[in-house]
């Protein structure tokens, strides 16, 4: 079968290569489920392993299938598979367990190993391919009436966990109840972390880079949200003017936003961290203030990164409750399709240059 694939610690690697389809019998105790892909988001991660950034081939492979965002098809299960049946749409979760306690109860993304396993990242091959092969642990089943925007489960589960995680720290409050919440990002995950936050009833304000009017502050507007450029109000002043923030989601890439946050957070509050900064940046911070009112305020900062079955579990119901509040605002992050996984290099420019874009997909069947 076809795959995309690069070739670990070589920088700008990506190709088109034939591998061998996988079988239902590669997964022990008839628990295999064979599924045909149909469609695979890629985002900054993708790129950043074409650059050879991080990544790792599984043990014996000189190559990894990229692509971690899926959906696809069941075609075919294991005798021992009852969970899931031939026809039924999934999406299947990114992380492996480790050897840690967290990983052997089901919280792989909460792991303290060092060495992760993540499919399409690191260790274990991806999905941007003809098939893939699993145990049914790692399979959710999608709503057949949402096919549409299966694709964007996988990112919606980075919000998800992130958010979940902000409520079950607050259990310590005793009583929380949130008001107002500030999204720093208006991209991908910053759009899906604003919709997640208006489902739950509260007033977002969305911060981001770009004028309005364009696509992203439209979208946000079209579900009740605020959306503001940092240009014309930096972070602190949309405390003074939104705030006080009970949540703030952070989803800019840029390590200079979490300082900024910190100082926008209100008191009792929560900020969730969900970039991943690889870089040396260094600034300056006003290091005792932050310090002096996240004591003096009961303020937590959390870090979140990747998410179990829980999360993909609890994104399905998310993104039902949003087609069923605004119909058809899932479907219009789907920017820039391209056909095919012999169009890699498409996909890949689509990524890196394409204006506009919120996600960029392959779309490797027919759904």
């Not at 399979?139 to 919000?159: A, Q, Y």
């Not at 600034?283 to 959390?302: F, Q, R, S």
């Amino acid at each position: 079968m076809k795959a995309i694939a690069v070739l670990p610690g070589k920088p700008n690697s990506m190709h088109l290569r034939e591998v061998p389809k996988p079988k239902v019998s590669d997964v022990p105790n008839g628990r295999g489920v064979l599924v045909k892909v149909l469609r695979v988001g890629v985002d900054g991660t993708d790129k950043e392993i074409n650059a050879a950034e991080y990544g790792a081939a599984p043990e014996g492979y000189d190559y990894l299938i990229t692509g971690h965002e899926s959906f696809g098809i069941v075609e075919e299960v294991g005798p021992n598979v009852t969970e899931l049946k031939v026809g039924d749409f999934v999406v299947a979760t990114v992380r492996r367990p480790g050897h840690s306690i967290y990983d052997q109860i089901g919280t792989y993304d909460m792991t303290t190993d060092d060495m992760y396993y993540e499919r399409g990242i690191n260790l274990r091959h991806g999905f941007l391919a003809e098939y893939y092969v699993d145990d049914p642990e790692y399979i959710v089943k999608f709503p057949r009436g949402l096919k549409e925007v299966g694709v964007l489960l996988e990112p919606t589960t980075v919000v998800e966990k992130g958010i979940a995680q902000a409520y079950e720290i607050q259990r310590r409050l005793r009583v929380w109840r949130p008001r107002k919440a500030a999204v720093m990002g208006a991209g991908t995950v910053g759009l899906l972390a604003t919709l997640a936050l208006r489902l739950r009833g509260l007033e977002v304000v969305t911060l981001g880079r770009t004028p309005k009017p364009y696509l992203n502050s439209d979208l946000l507007e079209a579900i009740g949200a605020r959306y503001e450029t940092t240009v014309d109000l930096p972070i602190v002043e949309s405390a003074k003017k939104y705030g006080p923030f009970d949540l703030i989601f952070e989803a800019t890439g840029a390590s200079s936003v979490v300082f900024e946050s910190m100082q926008a957070l209100g008191k009792n509050g929560v900020l969730v961290l969900s970039s991943i900064t690889g870089a040396n940046k260094m600034i300056e911070v006003p290091a005792d203030k932050i310090n002096l009112e996240y004591v003096l305020g009961n303020k937590v900062t959390v870090g979140t990164v990747n998410a179990n079955r829980e999360y993909f579990e609890m994104g399905v119901k998310d993104m039902a409750h949003a087609e069923a509040e605004y119909r058809g605002w899932l479907k219009r992050l789907l920017t820039h399709p391209v056909k095919g996984l012999e169009n890699y290099q498409d996909l890949l420019n689509q990524l890196t240059t394409a204006t506009g874009a919120i996600k960029v997909f392959c779309e490797v069947a027919e759904l």
